[in-house]
């Protein structure tokens, strides 16, 4: 879906001011709509090979990190525009919705996949509106469990696919809660090492459980 140039270096952080001169965004995954929810975590963050952000892990209320989201979770509009284009990738993606925010916000794209979008090319989206929900795609694992991969780019027609802005840095950090993984079963939290009592790896509805892992951190004494 996305063509990158092997020499492409996506400006982490630094692009973020130029992305966000007027932009008043909500996150397109509303933490309020999940039982227990505490904080959400960075499963598999902005980087060179990665260019988004994962919406596929949390803590609840006990501290535990339950990674997998529910299938037929809203996702939202992270900021008022108009939906650029839905394309069906047919593929691991699943199908995806880019939402243009130019107009009001100097060409800022928001792209978000994994989606089953209830909106079509051309239509005006206002901030916060439901754009379509969650599925899980077609691959099997933990890396695949039901999530959001959410980018951002500074233009659709300039930048041409190319992420420009980190959405933890868009959003604030204090969002999220850092996970030094990619989409392994056992990621390490930075910086609240001690605190998760256990890892539940959710299915299609919350409070259920496939399995339980026993975190590094607490077999290392
Ligand atoms: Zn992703």
Known sequence: METLSPEFKPKIGIDTKEWLPSMDVVLP??????????KWVNWNGFRPNHSGIDFAAYL????????????GLPVRAIADG???QVIDCYGPYGTTVDIFH????DSADSRYTH????VEQGKKISKGEIIGTLYKDKKIGEQR?????LALYNS???AQSRPFADPEIVFGAENFIECDSSGSPEPKLIGVETQPTKII????????ETRVITPAWKTEN
């Open 29 to 38: 995954i509303d933490g309020s709509e999940i039982p227990d929810f505490q």
């Open 60 to 71: 609840n209320n006990r501290n535990e990190l339950i990674i997998g989201l529910q299938e």
């Open 82 to 84: 108009e939906v650029q």
């Open 102 to 105: 130019g107009e009001l916000n």
């Open 115 to 118: 989606v089953v979008p209830c």
């Open 145 to 149: 469990l039901v999530h959001l991969h």
């Open 156 to 158: 659709w027609k300039i």
């Open 201 to 208: 790896i959710a299915n299609q509805n919350f409070g259920s």
